[in-house]
C-alpha cells in the first residue's frame, strides 16, 4: 500500500513562493493518479489540482489556475506542487492524494482518491 508524506510547507509573505513535495512508498506510484487538495481552517477541504498517471495531464482548481503548478517525477516516487504568487487567502494544510480514475468521480472531488497523506501547513501572511 502506497503511503504519502507531504513536505515543503511553511510561511511565506504574500507574493512570494513555495514548493510542496509528496513523496510515495510502499507501492507503484505511477500507477496512481495524484492529486492536492487544501483545508483551511473551518472550512470545507477544496480541490487544488490534480495530474493523470496516464499521460500527466492536468487540472487545476479556478483559484490556482496561473499561479500553481503540479507535477511529478515517476522515477523519484514524487508529486509536486510550485506555487507561486501566494495569497493569504492560500493558508490552508495542503494534503496530496493518490486515487485511480474510474469514470465515478472526477479528478478534483475527493472521492476519487483512497490514499491521504498527513499534510502539511502553508502559511502566508500579508
Known amino acids: 500500500q502506497v503511503q504519502l508524506v507531504e513536505s515543503g510547507g511553511g510561511l511565506v509573505q504574500a507574493g512570494g513562493s513555495l514548493r510542496l513535495a509528496c513523496a510515495a512508498s510502499?507501492?507503484?506510484?505511477?500507477?496512481?493518479?495524484m492529486g492536492w487538495f487544501r483545508q483551511a481552517p473551518g472550512k470545507a477541504r477544496e480541490f487544488v489540482a490534480a495530474?493523470?498517471?496516464?499521460?500527466?495531464?492536468?487540472y487545476y482548481a479556478d483559484s490556482a489556475k496561473g499561479r500553481f503548478t503540479i507535477s511529478r517525477d515517476n522515477a523519484k516516487n514524487t508529486m509536486y506542487l510550485q506555487m507561486n504568487s501566494l495569497k493569504p487567502e492560500d493558508t490552508a494544510v495542503y494534503s496530496c492524494?493518490?486515487?485511480?480514475?474510474?469514470?465515478?468521480?472526477?479528478?478534483?472531488?475527493?472521492?476519487?482518491?483512497?490514499?491521504w497523506g498527513q499534510g502539511t501547513q502553508v502559511t502566508v501572511s500579508s
Open positions: 492524494a493518490a486515487g485511480v480514475y474510474r469514470g465515478s468521480y472526477a479528478y478534483s472531488n475527493g472521492r476519487m482518491y483512497t490514499l
Open positions: 510502499g507501492g507503484t506510484f505511477s500507477s496512481y493518479d
Open positions: 495530474i493523470r498517471r496516464s499521460d500527466g495531464g492536468t
